[in-house]
Nanobody, 117 residues
Framework: QVQLVESGGGLVQPGESLKLSCAASGFSFSFSFYVMSWYRQAPGSERELVARIANDKGAINYADSVKGRFTISRDNAKATVYLQMNNLKPEDTAVYYC????????WGQGTRVTVSS
């Protein structure tokens, strides 16, 4: 059974940083096969793509709102994907979800990030 477990969320002040982790397990294929993404959902809003990292070549895409501040990376040996978030803003407040796409589509349970002074 596939599991994606996010961690690293919390309450921070504007301008501070957080690093989210998503540990994956239960995949039928090597972790490197899967396209991994981070999404977020703010209260009253739809879930939106934050960043995506492809499987083999590691091609990366970011939402315009986080370019230059967030960095997605993956460690295939550890079956983990990360989201380094710098210079956080109040509008980054949301529940952040890890997503994996391969022969299926899987979601983690989410980790809450609150940016407030």
């Amino acid at each position: 059974q596939v599991q994606l477990v996010e961690s690293g969320g919390g309450l921070v002040q504007p301008g501070e940083s957080l690093k989210l982790s998503c540990a994956a397990s239960g995949f039928s294929f090597s972790f490197s096969f899967y396209v991994m993404s981070w999404y977020r959902q703010a209260p009253g809003s739809e879930r939106e793509l934050v960043a995506r990292i492809a499987n083999d070549k590691g091609a990366i895409n970011y939402a315009d709102s986080v370019k230059g501040r967030f960095t997605i990376s993956r460690d295939n040996a550890k079956a983990t994907v990360y989201l380094q978030m710098n210079n956080l803003k109040p509008e980054d407040t949301a529940v952040y979800y890890c997503n994996a796409v391969g022969i299926g589509n899987w979601w983690g349970q989410g980790t809450r990030v609150t940016v407030s002074s």
